[in-house]
C-alpha cells in the first residue's frame, strides 16, 4: 500500500499559568492508504488533541506531518483550509448537525462551503445517506432522527468530499452498545467498500480489537500492535 501520512517528531505543548504541560512527545507514525487504525488510553492522555493536529485543527509544537508527501502545517492558511476541506473528514462524539436542516442539507454542507454546484452537492450527500442506509430519512430533520440515525448523517457528511482520510473522535460515545457496534460495522464496510483510511479514538476495548492496527497512546507517546 502507498504511504498516506508521515508523522515524525510529533510535540504539542500547553501552557497554564506560564507552566508548560507536555501532551504529545515526539509521535513518529506511518498511516497507509486504506488502513484502519484503532487509538485508545485513559480519558485526557491526549488522544483527541493528537486528532486535532492530525487532521490540522491544531498546530504542532514540533515536528512533522506529511500528507502524500506535502508537510501541510507550511502551507498557507487558505491552502491548509482547502486541503482539510477536500482530505480529511471528521466524525465526532457529538454530531453536531445543524437542527434546522435536513438529513441531505447537512451531508451536502462541506460541498457547498467548497462552492460546489448545489445539485451535484445534493445528488453526493443523497448517494451518501444511502450508503449509510438512510435512503429513507433524507429529508428528516436531526431531532426526528435517532441517535445512530444522526450519527449516520454526521458520517455522510464527512465523506461527502471524498477524503482519503477519515478521522472518528468516540464516534460511538454518546450511542448504546449495540447502535454503536453498528456504527462501527459501517465504518469497516466503508473502509473496505471506498478505500478510505480511517482512524478511530475509542474506549471501547473491544470494538479497538476488531481493527487491524492498534494504537495506545500513554505518556504522550504511541504504542502499537497488530491484531
Known amino acids: 500500500m ?22 504529545l512527545r515526539g509521535i513518529t507514525l506511518s498511516i497507509e492508504q486504506g488502513e ?17 493536529v492530525l487532521g490540522t485543527l491544531d498546530t504542532p509544537s514540533a515536528g512533522t506531518v ?5 508537510d501541510v502545517f507550511g502551507l498557507t492558511d487558505n491552502a ?42 445534493e445528488a453526493r450527500a443523497t448517494e451518501l445517506l444511502r450508503l449509510v442506509g438512510l435512503e429513507s430519512r433524507l429529508h428528516h430533520k436531526p431531532g426526528e432522527l435517532s ?19 477519515l478521522l472518528a473522535d468516540e464516534p460511538t460515545g454518546n450511542l448504546d452498545p449495540e447502535t454503536g457496534a453498528g456504527i ?6 466503508l473502509n473496505q467498500r471506498l478505500g478510505i483510511t480511517c482512524l478511530v479514538v475509542t474506549h471501547n476495548a473491544e470494538l479497538a480489537k476488531n481493527m487491524r492496527r492498534q494504537l495506545r497512546l500513554r505518556e504522550g507517546q504511541l504504542d502499537e500492535h497488530l491484531s
Open 80 to 121: 491548509l483550509a482547502d486541503f482539510r476541506n477536500k482530505s480529511i473528514g471528521f466524525v465526532f462524539q457529538s454530531h453536531y448537525l445543524l437542527p434546522e436542516f435536513t438529513a441531505v442539507q447537512n451531508a451536502m454542507m462541506p460541498a457547498l462551503i467548497h462552492r460546489m454546484d448545489p445539485g451535484e452537492a
Open 184 to 189: 462501527h460495522r459501517l465504518l469497516d464496510d
Open 147 to 165: 441517535g445512530g440515525e444522526q450519527q449516520r448523517v454526521a458520517l455522510a457528511r464527512a465523506l461527502c468530499m471524498h477524503p482519503k482520510l
Open 2 to 23: 502507498a504511504n498516506l501520512v508521515q508523522i515524525a517528531g510529533l510535540t504539542k505543548d500547553y501552557f497554564l499559568e506560564h507552566k508548560r504541560i507536555p501532551v
Open 36 to 52: 484502519m487504525l484503532s487509538l485508545v488510553g485513559p480519558s485526557g492522555v491526549g488522544k483527541s488533541t493528537f486528532l486535532q
Open 66 to 70: 506529511m500528507f502524500e508527501g506535502v
